[in-house]
């Protein structure tokens, strides 16, 4: 057979000499010929240990065949690819090439049940780029290096060149690299303007680091792949949310102000509003973590892990909640997919057989650092009925209107799960259905778009059911890797990928290794964390050993008069978030999402706009007072200054609370913003 | 075909339903079935990047396929085996199989030019233990890990989780690991005592990790394999240097004392000798590795690498030599296979031809830190005629009685040699090529025997062409990795494989990142050093941050009573030394090699018996007053107190100057030995 054949308007393969070639809307997606096969499959043997989420994985290949021989056969209205190692061989692999709601897809077949690994190349250009895999922190663009997908604790420090990473490294085999993320996701958007899905749960690794190909690598046979073109940026963003869905809109109460992050109990909320709104300080909520208790450990300040008011923590919380409320003041907690042993909720589970299991049969108790927990098994519809239970009684009733739906990343790959899936299987597909729970836990309580709940942990899927992202842990620094700046590439990344919605610890998260929070840091945080979807401090692991908002006035002050930015820009934001829920563009978005034609721009992983009229550009590093900054051709205002620019490299001024931030002069908005330079 | 064949007395094959085996003597060595096949072949493309002498080596492993349909023929004394990865497929390899002098002899043709990567598996026991693969540093018993075999630098530290290791790394990318070495080999050692040598220079890995096999990496497909079996370990290292040769008796001028390592010029060395010989050391020599110049860079003092006696810094050297041999004091030099760009050997060389090329045809230069030189291109032979001439004219014929015959690891995998084989290929082949220019031109000189040249990389037929190994760049520290202990390890490794003279740099040698060599470290390992073939200080790349021998009266005294322990011992070293050379039993020698019913002498790294007779643990570790020595069941003297042991766990004092140190009460040089309690 040879010639062209079109299975529906958009599908186009092509059949060649000595193999053949697919492509979509004019998109050349796969190419295969005996010389330069697209499709390996072998069998390894992997090694997976785990230390407090933390993964070693290693990989013994034993056999990896390519396939180079194909038969394409003509089906109703798709085609059937048969490979082979051999010429006339027997048939190792089969493809379904189809078009499926204008989306190309590739299904496939093993006829050998030997094989558990598979190599699929994607062809490629040299000068592509390619975005997304979930949440990325260290390389928006990910050409040139290769990117494991398994969630996992991302890492302390994250890169191997520095004190800390090593120290984590060598105290907790918690380093990190590059690659490590709460959210990983088999899905990547190339500057082909194509996305390309791979649907599996089995641990992957994509490897963008070849000028003729993307390969993907699969732990498995995947069900099938999807791939699906646009015309733009946007129009396919919006295609990834059509296929993943979309987040609902955030609270209205959000866009009151900042949520801060607080732990101490009643009193201590108290005391702190009083502070804060005595400095004009914009409050939308409170968040405790330590609303359900808390335990000291070598780490740091740790919660108790049973999911109820902790009544001696938090003495009247049940009418505190009320009275916060009628002054406009919300209340959020903190709940994570385990139960720690000391509490009744573990009790309870255990007894009704709601924990997943040990080899032998005994409830599996995960290490979370000198304390331990089960995991409620998800697998298991009464177990996720319970829970969800628990999040409705416990949290939704008793009044709170947020939380931070934590981890999701630890499922251990030697557990025994209710529906007897292989673990190494389940793994990734933890974070979704621990989202999935809270998400259906609020609807079911009617009260979707009223509560928002964080997490860090994702996968496929997590779009739809995840109502915000946090970056997760971050270090307390000015790392590339590991600091502030990391948490820009992970809002465009998930962004890309139809998690439009993104915020993170303002201040960051993890003080370990003699890494303190300074006092300009936690500024500089707040600086960007005025620009994103919503605004919510964190007091650190060691709140001892970081700044905090109320260190002295000069912070006070300063992040008061943030709050009042954000809150200035809360109609725009809006309007982005109500865009985000409607057609999946993200809030955060890179620039070359609305400059395609500037080259430049693709390679900006520490800049971003903030919809489409706002550019931002937070300052990263520390002791400055002016900021280079790259503007893409149009017409933008300094907020601050009201200076007009046209584009190109420039240098602004940027004092402490003058993050450097611009906005379209033509924008509609532009009246709104022209009001910034008045707080 | 089935039932058994022997091909001759020793080499058994055994035809199965779907394979066969291979046995030597009983020993079963390949074991092939289609479920569990022995061989894989397949494709790789790999990148190797040097700095500085370390190597980032990746691989990207396209295809791998196990050939599991064997057929087997039957040929004079031989037997052919064609091996497909299909049922009655083309052949893709080929091996014959057959007895050699009494060797078991695995050659191979490969049938697919496509073929670059080849993994051969060994049967394994779960029990058996293996050793030698060149000088391994780090792990004596190789059983549970891999080993990369690839000169190259040792790295500094050498253990991911030590500070000096990380600092290594980030400031120079030379931190190494566990496997690096100077000297490695394709050579192992097992338990079930037969060696196993792979006849190739090309990059390999030996993988020890799984329990049923050994899986033998391969980047070629290499001539052949060969195995030998043995009832003892004592007669299995007399087959191998059968195999790879033996070296020389070391000088007797050796055994008059220790050769104090002593930089900076005439006079300095003049002053030294005084010094140490008015507090009764007993000298052998004196090495002076800046007798032809020095520079100083970053890491330290570097030599100036021009090959001859620089007057300046040696005023009178040529009368200074006579006279110092006529007080049996001899003097040793320095030379590597390197020039330097500013010498006028690098002139001469490059005029003539002599050095290797880049592929745009120009010198190809190596940048050895902070200067740049040109690789005297030993494949041109006219070129090694010429560098033989330079080590007559300006080594042996000016007086020199020994040197160290530096480096051999840095061959860059893009050079372009003379005799055009592929560089990658030509890297491993490099040490074993630098040690024959050495024994060609001291041999040619009729000096074999006389002169001593130690070196650090090696490969195979190093065995006899290296008159001593010595340990390479320990860092000036306690590490076991890269301290003091690692030499032990070291010397039993090498010693396994057939290079039995093996010694080291008494005090280590690098000083960085904050790292400073104590005068303990320099004593202790003093005290071991009296108990190798050779003693012999060095000054460290930063004497100054280097505790010197006569930094002290207490020191000089120690190493002064050192010297003349050694010299004490001798008589009895020198026939160890002889041994060597006569039948290529190393003179120090694991446990097991004398005691191979013991079970728990197979683990034993820190330990060795120095002859027959002689069992050293060296204390390794800061501030002991004493030391646990496990000691085989015999009648054992601890040669400082005189106490009489019969064996087991026992703990000795060993304060500074008393190492723990036992000899056999019933050796024929009890008497020798009893004489060391007095000194």
């Not at 040299?126 to 890492?155: A, D, I």
């Not at 899905?187 to 994509?206: L, R, W």
């Not at 960051?508 to 890494?515: A, P, Q």
């Not at 900021?627 to 046209?646: F, I, M, R």
């Amino acid at each position: 057979m040879s010639g062209t054949l079109n299975v529906t308007k958009g599908v186009n393969v092509e059949i060649l000499q000595d193999g053949f070639e697919v492509a979509l809307n004019g998109v050349v997606l796969l190419q295969h010929t005996i010389q330069k096969p697209m499709l390996f499959v072998g069998h390894g043997e992997e090694t997976i240990e785990m230390y407090r989420g933390n993964f070693d994985i290693k990989d013994y290949v034993t056999e990896r065949t390519a396939l180079r021989y194909a038969n394409v056969e003509e089906m109703e209205g798709a085609y059937k690819i048969d490979l082979s190692n051999l010429k006339n061989g027997d048939t190792m692999l089969s493809l379904i090439v189809k078009e499926e709601e204008n989306r190309l897809k590739v299904e496939y077949q093993k006829n050998d049940a030997n094989i558990n690994r598979f190599w699929l190349r994607v062809a490629a250009d040299k000068q592509e780029k390619v975005y997304g895999c979930g949440e990325q922190l260290s390389h928006f663009n990910m050409r040139g290096k290769n990117f494991p997908l398994w969630t996992s604790e991302p890492g302390v420090g994250r890169n191997k060149q520095t004190y800390v990473t090593w120290q984590a490294d060598v105290v907790d085999k918690a380093g990190g690299d590059y690659y490590n993320t709460n959210f990983p996701q088999p899905t990547y958007v190339s500057s082909k303007k194509y996305y390309c899905h791979v649907e599996t749960t089995a641990y992957a690794d994509f490897d963008f680091r070849n000028e003729a190909f993307h390969e993907l690598q699969v732990w498995e046979v995947p069900k099938y792949m999807l791939f699906e073109t646009a015309d733009t940026y946007l129009e396919l963003v919006e295609k990834i949310t059509g296929l993943f869905g979309r987040q609902p809109e955030l609270p209205e109460w959000v866009y009151n102000g900042v949520v801060l992050g607080i732990q101490g109990g009643t009193d201590v909320v108290e005391q702190k509003l009083e502070k804060v709104l005595a400095k004009g300080m914009k409050v939308s909520g409170v968040w405790c973590q330590d609303w359900q208790g808390k335990r000291i450990t070598s780490f740091g300040k740790r919660l108790m892990w049973n999911w109820k008011w902790n009544e001696s923590e938090y003495p009247e919380l049940d009418k505190k909640i009320a009275e916060w409320k009628e002054n406009d003041i919300r209340f959020l907690g903190y709940i994570n997919p385990y139960v720690a042993i000391e509490g009744d909720l573990y009790k309870e589970a255990e007894d009704k057989g709601y924990l997943a299991l040990n080899t032998e049969g005994n409830t599996y108790l995960v290490d979370f650092g000198e304390f331990y927990c089960g995991v409620v098994d998800f697998t298991n519809e009464e177990a996720t009925e319970w829970y969800k239970q628990v999040i409705k009684e416990n949290m939704i009733d008793f009044g709170l209107d947020g939380w931070m739906a934590d981890f999701g990343e630890y499922l251990p790959t030697d557990v025994v799960l209710k529906n007897r899936i292989d673990a190494k299987i389940m793994h990734n597909a933890w974070p979704t259905m621990w989202a999935k729970v809270n998400y259906e836990a609020v609807s079911e309580a009617g009260k979707l778009g009223e509560i928002v709940y964080f997490m860090r942990a994702g996968y496929t899927g997590i779009q739809k059911y995840c109502t915000l992202l946090w970056g997760g842990d971050q270090s307390v620094d000015w790392s590339l890797d590991d600091g502030l700046a990391s948490v820009i590439p992970a809002a465009l990344s998930s962004g890309m990928i139809g998690c439009g919605l993104h915020h993170s610890d303002i201040g960051g998260y993890t003080s370990l290794h003699g890494n303190k929070r300074s006092k300009e840091l936690l500024m500089r945080w707040a600086e960007m964390g005025a620009f994103t979807p919503m605004m919510r401090t964190h007091e650190g692991n060691r709140p001892d050993d970081c700044f905090q908002f109320d260190g002295d006035e000069e912070t006070l002050e300063h992040l008061a008069r943030m709050s009042n930015v954000y809150v200035t820009m809360a109609p725009y934001i809006k309007s982005l978030v109500e865009e985000n829920a409607r057609r999946g563009i993200p809030v955060q978005r890179p620039l070359f999402m609305h400059y395609e034609e500037d080259e430049k721009t693709y390679d900006i992983q520490y800049q971003y706009l903030f919809g489409e009229d706002v550019l931002v550009a937070p300052v990263h590093q520390e002791n400055q007072t002016e900021w280079e900054v790259y503007l893409p051709e149009d017409q933008w205002v300094h907020v601050w200054s009201g200076e007009a620019y046209t584009g190109g490299s420039v240098t602004v001024q940027a004092p402490l609370g003058y993050p450097p931030v611009f906005y379209r002069k033509k924008s509609i908005w532009s009246e709104l913003f022209s009001k910034l330079i008045h707080i």
